[in-house]
C-alpha cells in the first residue's frame, strides 16, 4: 500500500475545541452505528475531530484495540482493490492480505476514509452494504462476506467547495450518512485553537487568525479554499520556533496557497498590514 | 514614481481580502463620467463600488497607494458614511446651536449637505471636517492594522519632503496629520485637536464636533478672502454615498414595519376570535393601527425608491455585480502598445432576469438540433476506459508480466517489478471559450426573410382566396417578429451548450459589448467550471443586444481566462455579426482600419499563447477584413444563419478533434 493510511493508536488526547454540537451529535450517531459524513473544507479541523472522538470513544468504552482509527486518504488512484486488499506476490505463490477498510470491518475500529469523492467510483459503492443494517463488506477477489465487528464505525469526510460537479458525491451515498458540516471557526475560537496547537501568545494568535479571516475573502482568486486553520497553525509555531512573524507568515501561508505571483503579492500585502 | 497599472491588480485583491467585498480600482482619469462632483486634491476618492487613485503616484515605494486605499476603505470602516444628522444633535450640543432647519428640507436631502449648511460657508466646514475625519481614519488604521504603521510613515515622510510648510490652517493640519511637529502656534489648537483624533477612539460625531469648534477660527482667515474659493457644495460625494447608506437603514425599518404590520394582525385575529362580534370596539383600534402601519410602510417604500434611481442617476450604474479588469491595446497608427488602456467589466448574466418565452424557443431549439449536432460531437468522444498493463501499482496482476517475472528469478535475473495492470480513464482536457458579439447590430432581423415552416401545414385547411384581407391568420403572420441575429446566436450557444455537455467538455459562454475604452463588457452566460444548468440556459436567453464592438480587450480577456483554467487545449471561438467598432477605436471614427488591427494582434497574442482561435461571422462581406483580421483558416463567413449551429458543432470538432 502506497497510500497514506493511518493507524492511529491515539496515546494522548488529541486537541478539539468543540464549534458547535458536533461532540454530541458524533456519540450519539456511534452508540447507533449511524455512519458520518463530515463535510467541509480543507483543514479545518475533519481529522482532528475523527481523532478526538475516537480517542474520547475508546477510553471511555476502555476498549482493547491496539489500532482504534484507521484513516484512508483518497486520491484519484485509490481503487476498491486498494481498500478491500489484493493478492502479493509472496515467493512462489499469491497472497491475499487485508486492505485498510477489511481490517477495520474485521477488528471493530473507526474507519476514516478522507476527501472520499477523490477516490474512484467503484470505492463508494463498496462502502454501500456497509452503511446500511446489513453492515457487510463483500470481497470479490476471496469470494468473501465480512460482516462487520458490532464497534465498527465508518467515517467519510469530503469538501464540497473544490471538487469539480463530476466528483461530486452521489445521493445515493450521501443519503447513507449522518452529515456534519464544518467550517472555519470565527476569529475568536480560531485564535485560541492557534494559541493552543502552536503554543504562541494570544495576540500573535488573534493576528493570524485575523489574517484567517481576511484571506478568506479572497477564496475565489486563484485559490479555491481560503487559508485554513491549519496553516495558520504551521505559521504560529514557526514563529514560536524563532521565526520574525513575516517571514513565518511569508512562508507557512503566502506562499503555501497560491501559485499566482499577484494573489500571493495580495496575501503578502494583507499579512504585511495585519502583523505588527 | 510608481504606476496604478502595476499594481492595480493586486491592490484590488488587497482590498477586497481587507473589506471583505470587491471595489474596482480605477484610475482617478477614468473619473471623468462623474461630471458632478470631484475627487480629493491628491486624486482619490470612492463611489459605491469603486476607489479612485492617481495613475501616478510620487510615493518612495509601491506602499504609498496602499496607504491611499486603506485611507479609503478605513472612511467606510469608521462609519463616515453612516452620520446622520438627527444623532449628531443628539451627541453635539455644539452643533445644535447652531443649527436650523433649513426650508427646503425633506425627508430625503442629504445628511451631508444638513449639516455643511449649518455652517456659513459649507465647502470650507466640508473640508475641515474631511480634515478631522482623514486624522481620524488615519489613527484608527494604525491601530487596527499595525503594519500600516510603517507605510503610513514612510509615505508621510515622502509627502513632508514635496511640500513646505505654510501658514494656512488646511497645509498646517494636513502636515500634522502626516506626523510634522506644529510650527504656527497661532494653530497650535487645532492641530491639537487632529493628534487627539488620532489617538482616541472617536466617532464620526467627534469630528463633527472638532467641526464645530474650529471652524469660526478657520473662517476669520477667509472672511476677507474675494472671491472665495470655497463655494456652497451642492453635491459631494460623501454625501450621496452616506445617502446610499441610508437607504439600507430604511430598507431595515421597513422590515421592522412590516413585521409590526404582521404582529398587528395576528393580534387583531385573536382580539376577533375572543369577543366574538359582541364588541368590535378593540378590532376597529387595531384596524385603525394597521391602517397608519400601512401609510408608514407605503411612505417609506416610496421614497426608498425615489432615493434609490437619485442615488444611481448620482453616482452611475451600480457595477458592484461585475469585476474589472485591464488591458493593453495595439495602437496601430503608432506601432505600440497603448499600456492598460482598455477596462472591461466582468458581469455574471445570472443578475438580469431573461423573458421566459426566449426560454421556452430556446428548449424547443435544444431539442430540434440535439441529434444532429450530438452525432458531429460524438465522434470525437472519448475513449474512456482503458486497461494499462505492466505498472507498478494496480487492481490486478498482469499475467505475462508475472510469467516474465517468474522466468526471470528462475533464471537467476532481477525480474522487473511492475506486474500489475490497472484500468485507466482516457482523458480529453479541452477547455473552450464562446465568445458572442452582442452590439447593438444584432438586433437586426435576418435577412431574407425566413422560408415559411411548411413542416405543420395542414392541406385540409380551408384558405379563403376570395377575400385573402380578411384571413384572421393572415394577420397573425404578418404580426409575428422576424427572428433576429441575436436569437440565432442564442440557439446556437443552447445547442452548443447542451451538446458539449454530454460531451465533458469545459466550456464557457461570454457575450461582449461596451462603449468606449473605459467601459467596455463581458457579459457571462456560463464560466468556464459552471455545470450547465437551469440557469444557464436563463443567462443565455438575457444574453440582449447592447452596444458596440470592441473586439480586441473582449478576445485578450477570454484569453486571460482560458490561460487562468489549466486546461491542455484552449479554444476561443467568437462569433460576430461585424467588423470591430467603437467610439474611441482608433483616431478617426469612420475608419475601421485601427480596431482591425488591434483584433488581429489580440487573436495573434492568442495564438502564441497557445489558444485555438476561430472567428465566425454572419456578415455576408465579412469575407474583405476577416482575411486580414484572423490567421489563415481560422475563420468562416456563414451565408445561412440558420446554419450557424450546426457550422459551430463542425468547427469545433475540428478544432479540438485533432
Given amino acids: 500500500m502506497t497510500e497514506a493510511v493511518s493507524l492511529n493508536a491515539l496515546d494522548n488526547e488529541p486537541y478539539y475545541l468543540p464549534l458547535a454540537d458536533e461532540v454530541e451529535i458524533f456519540r450519539a450517531a456511534y452508540a447507533a452505528r449511524l455512519p458520518v459524513l463530515l463535510k467541509g473544507p480543507t483543514g479545518c479541523g475533519k481529522t482532528r475531530f475523527v481523532e478526538h472522538m475516537t480517542w474520547r470513544l475508546y477510553r471511555e468504552t476502555a476498549n482493547p484495540l491496539e489500532v482504534p482509527l484507521v484513516t484512508v486518504s483518497c486520491h484519484e488512484d485509490l481503487t476498491a482493490t486498494d481498500m478491500v486488499g489484493r493478492y502479493l506476490l509472496k515467493g512462489d505463490e499469491t497472497v491475499w492480505t487485508d486492505g485498510p477498510l477489511t481490517r477495520a470491518v474485521r477488528t471493530g475500529a473507526i474507519c476514516y476514509l478522507d476527501e472520499i469523492v477523490e477516490a474512484r467510483k467503484d470505492t463508494t459503492v463498496l462502502i454501500h452494504s456497509l452503511t446500511d443494517h446489513r453492515r457487510i463488506l463483500p470481497i470479490d477477489k476471496t469470494g468473501e462476506l465480512v460482516s462487520a465487528h458490532p464497534e465498527f464505525l465508518l467515517v467519510i469526510s469530503y469538501n464540497p467547495g473544490y471538487q469539480s460537479v463530476l466528483k461530486d458525491l452521489k445521493p445515493s451515498t450521501r443519503q447513507r450518512f449522518v452529515s456534519l458540516e464544518f467550517d472555519y471557526p470565527d476569529v475568536e475560537a480560531e485564535a485560541a485553537i492557534i494559541a493552543h496547537e502552536a503554543q504562541i501568545e494570544t495576540d500573535i494568535a488573534e493576528r493570524l487568525a485575523t489574517i484567517g479571516e481576511r484571506v478568506r475573502n479572497l477564496k475565489q482568486h486563484g485559490f479555491e479554499e481560503g487559508v485554513s486553520t491549519r496553516l495558520l497553525i504551521y505559521a504560529g509555531e514557526l514563529i514560536r520556533g524563532g521565526i520574525d512573524p513575516r517571514r513565518s507568515a511569508q512562508v507557512g501561508i503566502v506562499t503555501a496557497i497560491s501559485d499566482d505571483t499577484t494573489v500571493q503579492q495580495a496575501v503578502a500585502d494583507i499579512v504585511d498590514a495585519i502583523l505588527p | ?658
Fill in chain 2, 1 to 658: 514614481m510608481q504606476l496604478l497599472a502595476d499594481h492595480e491588480e493586486t491592490l484590488a485583491l488587497f482590498a477586497e481580502g481587507i473589506a471583505g467585498r470587491y471595489f474596482h480600482i480605477r484610475a482617478s482619469d477614468e473619473f471623468g463620467s462623474h461630471k458632478r462632483f470631484t475627487l480629493s486634491a491628491d486624486g482619490t476618492g470612492q463611489s459605491s463600488d469603486t476607489v479612485y487613485l492617481p495613475e501616478q503616484l510620487d510615493a518612495p515605494d509601491r506602499s504609498g497607494y496602499r496607504v491611499l486605499l486603506m485611507e479609503q476603505l478605513g472612511l467606510r470602516e469608521c462609519g463616515t458614511f453612516r452620520f446622520r444628522m438627527a444623532r449628531a444633535l443628539q451627541q453635539v450640543p455644539a452643533l445644535t446651536t447652531r443649527y436650523e432647519p433649513p426650508n427646503s428640507r425633506s425627508p430625503r436631502t442629504g445628511d451631508y449637505h444638513l449639516l455643511f449648511g449649518t455652517f456659513d460657508q459649507p465647502g470650507l466646514a466640508a473640508e475641515l471636517f474631511n480634515l478631522f475625519e482623514r486624522a481620524r481614519v488615519l489613527g484608527y488604521l494604525s491601530r487596527t492594522y499595525p503594519g500600516m504603521r510603517r507605510h503610513i510613515h514612510s509615505y508621510a515622510s515622502h509627502i513632508l519632503e514635496l511640500g513646505f510648510p505654510t501658514e494656512d490652517p488646511f497645509i498646517c493640519g494636513t502636515r500634522c496629520m502626516w506626523g510634522e511637529s506644529p510650527i504656527y502656534p497661532q494653530w497650535e489648537p487645532l492641530t491639537e485637536t487632529i493628534k487627539a483624533l488620532m489617538i482616541d477612539n472617536g466617532t464620526v460625531y467627534t469630528s463633527v464636533s472638532a467641526l464645530c469648534d474650529h471652524y469660526d477660527s478657520i473662517r476669520e482667515i477667509y472672511a476677507f478672502v474675494e472671491s472665495t474659493p470655497y463655494q456652497p457644495q451642492e453635491e459631494s460625494l460623501p454625501d450621496w454615498l452616506s445617502r446610499e447608506e441610508r437607504i439600507e437603514e430604511w430598507q431595515e425599518d421597513l422590515e421592522g414595519i412590516e413585521m409590526a404590520m404582521a404582529v398587528e394582525m395576528l393580534q387583531a385575529e385573536d382580539v376577533e376570535a375572543e369577543r366574538g362580534q359582541t364588541d368590535d370596539t378593540a378590532v376597529r383600534e387595531a384596524d385603525i393601527d394597521i391602517k397608519s402601519l400601512q401609510d408608514e410602510r407605503d411612505t417609506l417604500k416610496r421614497r426608498i425608491d425615489m432615493e434609490k434611481s437619485s442615488v444611481q442617476h448620482a453616482l452611475g450604474a451600480d457595477r458592484s455585480n461585475a469585476r474589472s479588469y485591464r488591458y493593453d491595446e495595439w495602437d496601430h497608427n503608432n506601432r505600440a502598445y497603448l499600456r492598460h488602456w482598455c477596462r472591461v467589466f466582468e458581469e455574471d448574466l445570472t443578475f438580469t432576469a431573461a423573458d421566459p418565452e426566449i426560454i421556452d424557443t430556446l428548449r424547443q431549439t435544444v431539442r430540434q438540433y440535439q441529434s444532429t449536432v450530438q452525432k458531429q460531437l460524438e465522434q470525437i468522444r472519448p475513449t474512456g476506459l482503458q486497461r494499462v498493463t505492466r505498472i507498478q501499482d494496480g487492481d490486478e496482476l498482469d499475467l505475462n508480466a508475472i510469467i516474465e517475472a517468474r522466468q526471470d528469478i528462475r533464471a537467476g535475473q532481477s525480474p522487473d517489478e511492475r506486474f500489475y495492470s490497472r484500468k485507466e480513464r482516457m482523458h480529453r482536457d479541452v477547455g473552450a471559450v464562446f465568445l458572442v458579439d452582442l452590439s447593438a447590430s444584432t438586433d437586426d432581423p435576418i435577412e431574407p426573410p425566413e422560408p415559411t415552416d411548411w413542416s405543420n401545414y395542414d392541406p385540409d385547411k380551408s384558405v379563403n382566396l376570395r377575400d385573402p384581407w380578411d384571413d384572421p391568420e393572415d394577420e397573425e403572420f404578418d404580426e409575428e417578429p422576424k427572428r433576429k441575429i441575436i436569437d440565432i446566436q442564442r440557439e446556437a450557444m443552447v445547442v452548443m451548450a447542451s451538446a458539449l455537455d454530454a460531451l465533458g467538455d469545459t466550456y464557457g459562454i461570454y457575450g461582449f459589448s461596451g462603449y468606449g475604452k473605459d467601459c467596455v463588457e463581458i457579459f457571462v452566460a456560463k464560466e468556464l467550471d459552471q455545470a450547465f444548468t437551469v440557469g444557464t440556459l436563463e443567462a443565455i436567453a438575457a444574453m440582449s443586444p447592447k452596444r458596440s464592438t470592441r473586439m480586441g480587450p473582449a478576445i485578450r480577456h477570454s484569453v486571460h481566462r482560458l490561460m487562468g483554467s489549466g486546461h491542455a487545449m484552449k479554444v476561443l471561438i467568437m462569433i460576430s455579426d461585424g467588423f470591430p467598432q467603437d467610439a474611441d477605436y482608433g483616431p478617426e471614427r469612420g475608419n475601421h482600419e485601427y480596431g482591425l488591427q488591434d483584433t488581429a494582434k489580440a487573436l495573434e497574442e492568442a495564438q502564441q499563447k497557445g489558444v485555438e482561435t476561430f472567428c465566425l461571422t454572419v456578415d455576408r462581406s465579412g469575407q474583405d477584413y476577416l482575411k486580414r483580421m484572423c490567421p489563415d483558416a481560422r475563420y468562416m463567413v456563414i451565408e445561412e444563419m440558420e446554419d450557424l449551429p450546426d457550422q459551430l458543432s463542425k468547427i469545433y470538432a475540428t478544432l479540438t478533434g485533432r
